[in-house]
Every structure is written in structure tokens, then in C-alpha cells.
């Protein structure tokens, strides 16, 4: 995961996490933001590296099974207009 994760860096996407604590913004940094309720999800968002089980607690996902593209990363690669 963190191999596509830096990979994705050279396509032009950036980090969507909190330096300081490893949390994923939300919403980009949430691979399902829409969910309801939105803790736990299910998956994370590539660039936002880890899983978000409450707004406070994250666990790192065990395989790119687990691990999604959200939308914004799509545009900074060049997947979406």
C-alpha cells in the first residue's frame, strides 16, 4: 500500500492526512464519505493511508483489497475531469 501510495505521488496526488496524527481528512481522505453511519468505514482512501473507525481511530488496512481512489485523488491523477 505505501509503494502505490508514494507511487501516486508521482502522478500528481497529494496527501490527505494529517501530518501530525496519521488521521484522514474527511472527506477526501475518506474512501467512503457518504456512508452512513460514517464510522467505521469499510475501506481506505489511498492517500489517505489508513481506515478510519471513529473520527479519532484508524487502523492501517492489511492489503490494497481494502483500499480505495477516492475522487479527488482521481483528478489530481488525471482520472477524472
Do not use: C, N
Not at 456512508?35 to 492501517?60: C, D, N, V, W
Request: zero cysteines; aromatic letters at 8%.
Amino acid at each position: 500500500m505505501v509503494l502505490l501510495h508514494e507511487l501516486l505521488h508521482t502522478l500528481g496526488a497529494t496527501d490527505k492526512y494529517d501530518p501530525s496524527t496519521g488521521i484522514p481528512h474527511y472527506p477526501d481522505g475518506y474512501a467512503e464519505p457518504q456512508r452512513k453511519p460514517l464510522y467505521p468505514q469499510r475501506f481506505a482512501e489511498i492517500m489517505g493511508g489508513k481506515i478510519p473507525l471513529s473520527p479519532t481511530k484508524t487502523i492501517m488496512p492489511d492489503s490494497l483489497t481494502k483500499t480505495r481512489i477516492g475522487s479527488k485523488t482521481a483528478k489530481e491523477i488525471g482520472w477524472l475531469d
